[in-house]
Structures are given as C-alpha cells and as structure tokens.
C-alpha cells in the first residue's frame, strides 16, 4: 500500500506526464495570473488549460502555501487519524482498492475527509468518531439498504453513506458500490 506521500508523488509524476508541464509551470502561471481565491483558481486551470479538478486543486493549493500541498497532503491524512489511529488501515484498504480502478483515481485530501476523485467525486473517506470510518458513495438511483444508507444530512456531495469499524469490513460489496460510482463518474 502506498503511503499518502508516494500517492501524492505518484499524482505529481501524473501531472506532467498528462500536461507535459511540471508542477513548477503552473505554480508559475497561476502567479502570473494574478487570481488569488482558490475557486478561482481551480476554475481558470480547468477551463483555460484543461486540467482535471485534482490536478487544478493541487496546483491551487501549492501556488496558495495553502495546508493541503504536496508538501502537507500526507500531513492531513495523518492528522486525520490522530488518536484514531486503529481506524487507519480502514482508509489504506479502501484507498488501494479505489486506485486499482484506473489510474485516473485522485485521493484529495480535505482537512476532514479524503475525496475520491475521477472526472468528479464519486466517494470519500471520513474518519466521524473516534471509532467509526464512513464512506459517503454516489450512488444516484440506487435504492439504500441497511448497510448502504441514505446519506442524509451526513454529506451533501455523496447520495449513500456505508459506516464502517474495522478493515475487515472493506469487502466486495464496498468496493464494488466504489466501482460503480467511479464507473458512473467517467
């Protein structure tokens, strides 16, 4: 499993091999710019360049110093799971997973949470109690169960919710909701 560091690499590799510019460049060119808020910035780099909207929010932040850069995106995953540390094996197996599904998978770490990313969000990882991981997953049109739960007032950005208190629990029913949430968000 790789450490969210060697994914924050792996992203920063990604990033020049799809835009053929170094992080550098567009740290350089949002300067250049003149935008300051980061909205304004992520919507400038996707319309005027292209950018997907993790590679937009990742140049955002390292052009802003803002908390979420390369260097502290494995910082927020850690602080994350401070003093909940046995709920951390929990977000490595669904992250790992959620990476074999194409190499077009973004893990944006919030302060909060982790988003899982394609073309759009389709997850996220969130650490709620000191003893309980919940999954948000959008699934429109997909009828809740007891175990996939409407969202509610949990997160606004997913439909379905899935709690979770041990890794074990990250099986094929999951990963396959993860599946066809990141099929749906191509």
Known sequence: ???????????????????????????????????????????????????THGYATLVAHEARGSAASSAGAGDLVAGQYAGKEELRPIYDRIAKAAQGFGKDVELSPKKGYVSLRRAKQFGLVQPSTKTRVDVGIQLKGVEPTDRLEASGSFNAMVSHRVRLTAASEVDDELIGWLRKAYDAAG
Do not use: F
């Open 1 to 51: 499993m790789a450490t969210p560091e060697e994914q924050l690499q792996s992203m920063l590799r990604n990033l020049e091999e799809k835009t053929g510019k170094p992080l550098a460049h567009w740290v350089a060119a949002v300067k250049k710019s003149k935008l300051d808020k980061h909205g304004e910035i992520v919507k400038w780099l996707k319309s005027e360049h292209g950018l």
